[in-house]
């Protein structure tokens, strides 16, 4: 495989459509240029991995039925972008939260 071959591939789009969500987010929070560019990152890697959630979150939290499916992955790759900083903040502070109730249960 190529890097044209990569560029076209699905989940390149899923990856770019992430990092044009994460601008789009971060163009909308402006908070200086180190955590313009952080979000970017975290939201380009969150919807290369979460993309493929990113439409069935984006239906149950916005209680919209539905949304076309051709663009699907795009759309999964926005929202994920968009929400990446949230997602991944979340689930650092459930794996937190988690180990210190692992904790504390060690110590009783």
Sequence with gaps: MNILDLLASEKSNVALAGLFGASAAAA????GFLPTIRR????GVTAYFLGPVGVPLFQWAGGLANV???PSASVGG????????????????VWHFR???VEHDETN
């Design 78 to 93: 926005f929202v994920m972008g968009v929400g990446g900083m949230t997602i991944v903040e979340f689930i650092v502070k």
């Design 28 to 31: 909308m929070e402006w908070r």
């Design 68 to 70: 076309p499916l051709e």
């Design 99 to 101: 180990l210190r109730e």
């Design 40 to 43: 970017i990152f975290v939201g």
